[in-house]
């Protein structure tokens, strides 16, 4: 038997986690926090949140009823779009990045990235 990944914070389970970040993003957004500052707020109520999952979070909680008030769905809105813009960059400038071997060389490593292991098998 494969034994699982345990991805959750020591001491909270996932689905408390989970309640964890809605509630820290609601109470955070409604008593008048920034997006920056309610970022740091629920990093501070839940130490073992991931972006992705602030960002599912705070999708989750704009579709509360409860929350009628503009500006707090506007605080929470913005939060999960510049987080979830920043991981989308992120990626987006790890993988436009040219990699470079030892003697400077661009293309020597770009030509080896786009050849197969097939091709590489019958060169050898």
Known sequence: MKKKKKTEAKGIKKSDKKLALYGAIKDGAQSG??????????????????????????????SDPELTDRRVLDVIYDLAIKHRLAEVAAADAAEAAPEVNDNGDEAAVASKKKTSKKAQKAAA
């Open 33 to 62: 926090l920034p997006a920056d500052a309610l970022y740091q707020h629920v990093l501070s109520a839940v130490p073992g949140a991931g972006g992705k999952a602030i960002v599912k979070a705070a999708l989750l909680v704009l």
